[in-house]
Structure formats: C-alpha cells, structure tokens
C-alpha cells in the first residue's frame, strides 16, 4: 500500500514538461497589465499633468523621482566574479596580456 509520502514523491519527480506556456512565450496577463499601465502613463504624460507635477515637488522628492525612474532606462551593473586566487588561473594581468596579444593578432 502507498502512503502519502510514496504518492507525494512521485508528483515531484522530473520528467518532460507536459503543459503550460512554451518557452519563451509572453504571459498574457503581464502583457495586459503592461499595456493598461503604459497607456495610463502615456495619458498622464501628454496631457503636462506628469511634468507638472514633477516640477511642484520638492527639490529633493524630484530628484529622488529622477533616481527611482533612471532604474527603467538604464541598464543595471552585473557583477564581476573577480577571485584572487592563482591556482591554475592566469592573473589579470596575464590575461590582459593574452587579450592584448589577440588583439594585435587579429589586426
């Protein structure tokens, strides 16, 4: 006899993916939600109510407005694994070096 636990296993094993969105298709409720909040914001913006609103706040509410809307026009810094360990890896600088060489190489 199975118990829950045999049964509750075998609904989380790994296998071929057998329903829902194929890869790499939009998901229709975000796409809606996407388009409502960029038609609202395109009224608000041709109409001067946004600029005007921008301008009426305080110095530094407007700048921090500024940084808080910089986020969705600018791409955000990725991180660098940088390891100071040699062992087996070249330096940076050595590495620099061999960039350098291929560079000049390929010229």
């Given at each position: 006899?199975?118990?829950?636990?045999?049964?509750?296993?075998?609904?989380?094993?790994?296998?071929?993916?057998?329903?829902?969105?194929?890869?790499?298709?939009?998901?229709?409720?975000?796409?809606?939600?996407?388009?409502?909040?960029?038609?609202?914001?395109?009224?608000?913006?041709?109409?001067?109510?946004?600029?005007?609103?921008?301008?009426?706040?305080?110095?530094?509410?407007?700048?921090?407005?500024?940084?808080?809307?910089?986020?969705?026009?600018?791409?955000?810094?990725?991180?660098?694994?940088?390891?100071?360990?040699?062992?087996?890896?070249?330096?940076?600088?050595?590495?620099?070096?061999?960039?350098s060489e291929e560079n000049e190489e390929?010229?």
């Amino acid at each position: 006899m199975l118990s829950w636990h045999d049964n509750h296993s075998r609904s989380h094993m790994k296998g071929k993916k057998t329903g829902g969105r194929q890869k790499g298709t939009p998901n229709k409720a975000t796409a809606f939600s996407k388009a409502i909040i960029e038609h609202i914001l395109e009224e608000y913006n041709d109409t001067g109510a946004m600029a005007k609103d921008i301008q009426d706040l305080e110095p530094k509410d407007r700048l921090d407005i500024m940084v808080k809307l910089m986020a969705f026009v600018t791409p955000k810094p990725q991180s660098v694994d940088m390891s100071l360990h040699t062992s087996g890896r070249l330096t940076i600088e050595n590495q620099l070096r061999e960039l350098s060489e291929e560079n000049e190489e390929a010229l």
